[in-house]
């Protein structure tokens, strides 16, 4: 069974940094239309994209978080990592993970980001 896990969320003042982790496990190697994405929630609002990678390496970002937020993947750990500096109140929100392998998506369980000003 798929399992993803995030990590290292918390809480951090305005300007600061955290980088999220998550890794999969469960399920072997996938050969055609690979992506690890970011969303996250806000309390009262939608689930909103935040950042994607492919298996090529090819990155995409929200308008939002874009020169303050990167995507990685390490293929061998089987984890994507999502970096995040000049953090701002705004981007206070539970984050997720989602794992696309052709028809198969999977979602982990959420991490919380608290940005106070």
């Known amino acids: 069974q798929v399992q993803l896990v995030e990590s290292g969320g918390g809480s951090v003042q305005a300007g600061g940094s955290l980088r999220l982790s998550c890794q999969a496990s469960?399920?072997?190697?996938?050969?055609?239309?690979?992506?690890w994405s970011w969303y996250r929630q806000a309390p009262g609002k939608e689930r909103e994209f935040v950042a994607a990678i492919d298996a090529a390496g090819g990155t995409s970002y929200a308008d939002s978080v874009k020169g303050r937020f990167t995507i990685s993947q390490d293929r061998a750990l089987k984890t994507v990592y999502l970096q995040m500096n000049s953090l701002k109140p705004e981007d206070t929100a539970m984050y997720f993970c989602?794992?696309?392998?052709?028809?198969?998506?999977?979602w982990g369980q959420g991490t919380q980001v608290t940005v106070s000003s």
């Open positions: 469960g399920f072997t190697a996938c050969w055609y239309d690979m992506s």
């Open positions: 989602k794992y696309s392998c052709s028809m198969y998506v999977y």
